[in-house]
Every structure is written in C-alpha cells, then in structure tokens.
C-alpha cells in the first residue's frame, strides 16, 4: 500500500481515500497513476524478495521456502526470545525440526 502512496488516511472503508488507492469515486481515481505506481510497486516487490532471500541464508537455508518455525524468535515480555516453534509448535507433524540448534 505504501508502495501505491497510501499516507494512512485511515478512509478505506469510506470511499474516499485521498490518494485514490481504495475508492471508486472517479475524482479520487485520478491522483493514482497506475504508470508511476507500477514501477513503484514492482522495485518493492523485488527488493522484498532480495530480503527475504537474504533473511533465509542469515538463517542457514538455501531459500525461503525451507524456513520453518524454529528459525525464527519471539521476543517475549521479559526480554528473553524463544523460538516460534515452543511458542506455536506444530500441531499437524509435518515441520522438520532436524535443523534446529539450541542456544
């Protein structure tokens, strides 16, 4: 939405977002240029893959599909972080967890 130009007007559900990104009301349609936007949209997209590429081999794995719930941690409210797989283990047995170390 940010990538469109969303400022955040919180009128979504009013017909009458400013920056014509959520309305039908032809008016506001005319502050969005889907040209201007396209590339807009399209280098976030690609630099969110960049990252999340970038995320999955800080975490050892070769892309994002393979990261489970153990690579990533929650920071609790006393500070201290465990990890999403103790928090939310998974209930249907099908995550491999033969890759998790323990810290």
Do not use: W
Not at 21 to 43: E, F
Not at 44 to 65: D, F, L, Q
């Amino acid at each position: 939405m940010f990538a469109l130009g969303c400022i955040q007007a919180l009128q979504c559900n009013k017909n009458t977002c400013p920056t014509g990104i959520t309305t039908h009301n032809k008016r506001l349609q005319k502050g969005l240029n889907p040209r201007d936007k396209a590339v807009r949209v399209a280098n976030y997209a690609r630099n969110m893959v960049y990252e999340v590429g970038t995320i999955a081999h800080s975490c050892g794995v070769r892309e994002p599909r393979q990261l489970k719930r153990f690579h990533a941690r929650v920071v609790t409210g006393n500070g201290l972080s465990i990890p999403l797989s103790e928090l939310h283990p998974d209930t249907t047995g099908t995550e491999d967890t033969s890759q998790a170390t323990s810290t």
